[in-house]
């Protein structure tokens, strides 16, 4: 079983919206900080932003601050991650990670459950 599982990726054109969906599977996500992580072809991974596990405090990376909004819905065991004003180098597979205690926001080996990924092209 997966523990989580992200949705809403696509293709959108320079400029556009999209919303990522992440649904917790067999544990109580709401115990655990949320996080978001994106790679592009060829590069690391990179954290795009996280959120508490109460969603009191949030943050985001340079790269995606003021376009980017995370949220999450603990009645329903989902994290979202709202992309608006997408651009080009946003173009990147975005997973979603829970973290039990919320130390590293940016740092993937301080997840304990990760999703398979979704895609994310940004193009004209």
């Known amino acids: 079983q997966v523990p989580l599982v992200e949705s809403g990726g696509g293709l959108?054109?320079?400029g556009g919206s999209l919303r990522l969906t992440c649904v917790g599977s067999g544990f109580t996500l709401g115990g655990y900080a949320l996080g978001?992580?994106?790679q592009a072809?060829?590069?690391e991974r990179e954290g795009v932003g996280c959120?508490?596990?109460s969603g009191g405090t949030i943050y985001?990376?340079?790269s995606v601050k003021g376009r980017f909004t995370i949220s999450r819905d603990n009645a329903n065991n989902?994290?979202?991650l709202q992309m608006d004003n997408l651009k080009p180098?946003?173009?990147a597979v975005y997973y979603c990670a829970?973290?039990?205690?919320?130390?590293g926001c940016f740092s993937p080996q301080e997840y304990d459950y990760w999703g398979q990924g979704t895609h994310v092209t940004v193009s004209s």
């Not at 829970?98 to 130390?103: E, H, I, R």
């Open 51 to 53: 959120i508490s596990s």
């Open 89 to 91: 180098e946003d173009t």
């Open 36 to 38: 978001w992580f994106r």
């Open 41 to 43: 072809p060829g590069k």
């Open 98 to 103: 829970a973290d039990q205690y919320g130390y």
């Open 12 to 14: 959108v054109q320079p």
């Open 60 to 62: 985001y990376a340079d």
């Open 78 to 80: 989902t994290g979202y």
